[in-house]
């Protein structure tokens, strides 16, 4: 079987991760490009003897990167040595597409472009001759609406009768002015005699990459004793004239590419404009986004409320059986009371989890979740957070590890710092089985509010620290936002359900040993020493949670409540299941809550916004760390976080206490 290596290339928002998701179903996983930790998604497609081996990268609307995942996807198309690019250009907005284009035919490798939309695009009444578009370019196009499947067989013909035309020369896209194309036939003459050095780069793109200001590739020739003509005599000033020159060539090409190739013939307003002209609307704007919210996580609460009862039963019904069996006590006590009850409490909860992100995949794959972080612009502004901060922190909703990474996409070094600060304030799917499991304890029919309640609080937190330490810290303003808001689209259940999959089974892997460990943890120390009652005061457990009782005295925790905080710390879904195994016995965990005379509305409602906004995880302090590279700023977020935590919790005590009572 021959293998063909593809990457995906594009802008933002044109459907490169529909298209690989239809490419490749559930044959996927998430990779690592060597030197980096961007996720990048891989998958493969079989197509007769042949092999695809299809990577989806980051966007990025230029080579000439700004941001960290933009450096990810620019070093993968230059250096990875692939067989085949498909560039996947949004049919609704060719000519502003095409600029990447122009770039990517000049690296020199075999690629397709997968015009995407074109439904959209007719709707719009834009007309594509895909004829004339392939013969300016140099390169096949193809029509898909990936969302539908529509042209992906076609695309993936292409694909395989591209993969062995690399080297083919190909009429130049750009056409250069005299005074570049004498520069880069004075470079090509040098460097093309150093090739060991250019990185699988050809003479002649290298030259444009260098007269561009490519400052590795520079320092590299500079460091094998090469002496680069032209750059080496520029100053800065003429430095940007040859780059605006050749981005001037650029554009020019993208639109004289358009303008034969593409017609537009609709005058009418769309439905879409009127629908944008109320969602993004200055004042309904964010009330529109928090009744999404609020909805989602209502939905959330009551639609997975009959399977967690029925998994809850299954796991309490197994557990009578185990006590039936005979089996050693000891070996009884493991199962029914550390595995059952404290990984199966848990996992009565993956409902929750999944619906949630069904819901989040729907509202992205719509195109809404843009226009709310365009929405929500002004806002971010005020508090010193930029605008394009808004979407690692919606993101972190999910899980904050992927969305601290999401920062690499903001330019400004203040800007990653302050949002990767605010980002564990979101509260992530993780917390949400403490959330569904005492709200709807003590609230029951108001859970759903409590729980909008609990991430409201989250997003006011992270608001405050992000003002505070941009007046305090950072003084400097965020740097301006730009985005494109893509089109709306008709979200499939199909692509929805395909993504909520894939996070769901990321959150089970991640979390599932890590539960199991936990919890075995918290009934070993429940256990010992023996001889003493399962999970009482006197089991090592107990010892651990009556030495750190007194610090959580004033917000009235229990010692089992603050075991739950402790072991919190490795994942947040190990405090239902420290709970569970620590209150194991012949009640459910929900029915030993209840029945806790220490423990009432005022307490559990503390308890939960502790659990919001204490530590994060482990593995979001080590993604923190890694992200900011310092210690220091590690330590920051930290203590900010524990102190935060602290105050907010004994507030809400208080306040719940004068409101609802103990």
Known sequence: ???????????????????????????????????????????????????????????????????????????????????VIVQIVDATNIERNLFLTTQLTEIGLPMIIALNMVDLAQESGITIDAACL???????????????GTGVDELVRTIVSEAGKAGEKRTPLVHYPASITAHLDAITGVIQNHREHLTNLTPEYASIRLLEGDQPLSDRLHQAGVTIPVIDTCDPAEVD??????????????????????????????????????????????????????????????????????????????TESLGEIGLDP?????????????VGTVFSFVP??????????????????????????????????????FIPLLIGFGCNVPAIMATRTLQSRAD?????????????????????????IFFEVQAGTVIFFLYI???LTAIGTALLFRRLVFHDDPSPFIMELPPYRSPTLHAAALHMWHRGKEYLQRAGIVIFGGVIVVWILATLPFGVEYGSAESLAGTLGHLAEPIFAPLGFTWQLVVGLIFGFIAKEVVVGSLGTLYGGEDSLAAALAGDPALGPATALAYMVFVLLYLPCVATLGVIKQEMGSWKWTGIALGWGILVAFVLAGVTRIVATLIIGA
């Open 1 to 83: 079987m021959t293998e063909i290596k593809v990457l995906l290339a594009g802008n933002p928002n044109v459907g490169k991760t529909t298209l690989f998701n239809t490419l490749c179903g559930v044959y996927q996983h998430t990779g690592n490009y060597p030197g980096v930790t961007v996720d990048i998604k891989e998958g493969t497609r079989k197509s007769g003897s042949d092999l695809l081996r299809i990577s989806d990268l980051p966007g990025t609307y230029s080579l000439s990167a700004f941001t960290p995942d933009e450096q990810v996807a620019r070093d993968a198309l230059l250096t990875s040595n692939p067989d």
């Open 416 to 440: 990653r710092i302050i949002t990767i600060i605010s980002i564990p304030f979101m509260s992530c799917a993780a917390r949400l089985p403490v959330y569904v499991l005492l709200a709807g």
């Open 457 to 459: 609080l989250g997003i």
């Open 330 to 342: 000891t070996v009884t006590s493991f199962l029914s009371e550390g595995v059952i009850g404290g």
């Open 241 to 318: 004239g040859h780059i605006q020159e050749i981005m001037l060539a650029r554009y020019k090409a993208a639109e004289k590419v358009t303008s034969c190739a593409v017609c537009c013939s609709m005058c009418r307003v769309m439905p879409t404009d009127l629908l944008d002209q109320v969602l993004t609307h200055r004042w309904f704007g964010i009330p529109i986004f928090l009744s999404f919210m609020w909805f989602a996580f209502q939905l959330t609460f009551s639609a997975s409320a009959p399977v967690a009862s029925g998994l809850e039963i299954l796991f309490g019904g197994i």
């Open 134 to 148: 392939s013969k300016n370019i140099g390169y096949p196009v193809v029509k898909v609406v990936a969302s539908k």
């Open 352 to 389: 929750s989890i999944f619906i949630l992100f069904l819901l989040l995949s729907l509202l992205e794959d719509s195109g809404y979740l843009a226009r709310a972080a365009f929405v929500m612009d002004r806002l971010m502004h005020s508090i010193g957070l930029h605008g394009r901060s």
